[in-house]
């Protein structure tokens, strides 16, 4: 593989960046689609790519559909991929957790890595899924560059990874809404080449 393109799905409808909405199958807004319809262009000019894979919640479908379009490029749909899953806090703002739970919430801040919603999943647990998926498709992929259509908290873990980061710190990486994170093959590894971009 020569390159991995790491996208974030374009901004989602409503007040999503307020909300936990993980597993919730939210789709994009209309701003979200015009972001990535401008990354495809601007990828198209700069970085083709010859396949992109997403999950199966409809924001990264989407975004792989409109990634994809106007080139007969395969789109891979893969579960694996889908964002973590939050549980019984799907759906709900932070500030109402924090107000709501607010021993539970604090538990979270003191160990994000390892915390778990009722009901949902760890960045631990998001790690142990995403993470031999995406070292395989690295490291037996396809020969060219590779798009992934993916959600904030899967591209942090994936990065973590490249980066040799503990998950404790994933979120010291920005990852806006239609961004992109350029990762090649390097001689002891992952090299992250471009990190939380809009592509020049």
């Known amino acids: ?21 993980g597993a919730t199958d939210l789709p994009m807004s209309v701003a979200g689609e015009a972001q990535i319809r401008d990354l495809a262009a601007r990828l198209v000019a700069r970085a083709p790519f ?21 080139r007969a490029i ?30 539970e919430y604090a538990r979270r801040g003191a160990d994000i890595a390892n915390f778990r919603p009722p009901g949902g999943e760890s960045f631990a647990d998001l790690a142990a899924r995403v993470t031999p998926w995406w070292r395989s498709l690295f490291a037996e992929g396809e020969a060219g560059v590779v798009a992934v259509a993916g959600h904030a908290g899967v591209n942090r873990v994936i990065l973590c990874d490249a980066l040799g980061m503990p998950l404790a710190n994933l979120f010291r990486i920005a990852q806006r809404p239609g961004c992109v994170n350029v990762i090649e093959p390097g001689r002891d590894g992952p090299i992250v080449r471009l990190l939380d971009g809009g592509w020049l």
């Open 50 to 70: 010859d396949a992109v894979y997403c999950s199966d919640l409809a924001r990264s479908r989407r975004a792989a559909e409109l990634l994809a379009a106007g």
């Open 74 to 103: 395969p789109i891979h749909v893969r579960p694996v991929l889908r964002e973590i899953d939050m549980g019984a806090w799907e759906g709900l703002t932070r500030s109402e957790i924090a107000e709501s739970q607010p021993d």
């Open 1 to 21: 593989m020569r390159a991995l393109l790491l996208i974030r799905h374009g901004a989602l409808v409503g007040d999503a960046e307020r909300r936990f909405v």
